[in-house]
């Protein structure tokens, strides 16, 4: 199993931005497919983006994209997710997952980390 750590999150205004880290140890190989989800008050989780090992194929939640980065430094077990021009709507629980590409399923989670935008 692969352990994962998010980190960063906080309180920022509208329009501002915050950098979201996930740390990985433990098995990593099975992290070959990383993600950011989001569960704000009231609603389901909803995924924001994905990261490949390897090629670095990305994918984000068209609410996100364009303000969102999500990376990976594979050397540092790390997943980041850079996020500007953020929202009010951008409040949630932030977490990271990973799965192996056979998986059809995340099967790590972290215990998400806070993000509050205010107006």
């Known amino acids: 199993q692969v352990q994962l750590v998010e980190s960063g999150g906080g309180l920022v205004q509208a329009g501002g931005s915050l950098r979201l880290s996930c740390a990985a140890s433990g098995r990593t190989f099975s992290s070959d497919v990383m993600g950011w989800f989001r569960q704000a008050p009231g609603k389901e989780r909803e995924f924001v983006a994905f990261?490949?090992?390897?090629?670095?194929?990305?994918s984000y939640a068209t609410s996100v994209e364009g303000r969102f980065t999500i990376s990976r430094d594979n050397a540092k077990n790390t997943l980041y997710l850079q996020m500007n021009s953020l929202k009010v709507e951008d409040t949630a629980v932030y977490y990271c997952?990973?799965?192996?590409?056979?998986?059809?399923?995340?099967?790590?989670w972290g215990r998400g980390t806070q993000v509050t935008v205010s107006s």
């Open positions: 990261i490949t090992r390897g090629e670095g194929t990305t």
């Open positions: 997952a990973a799965r192996r590409f056979a998986a059809s399923e995340y099967e790590q």
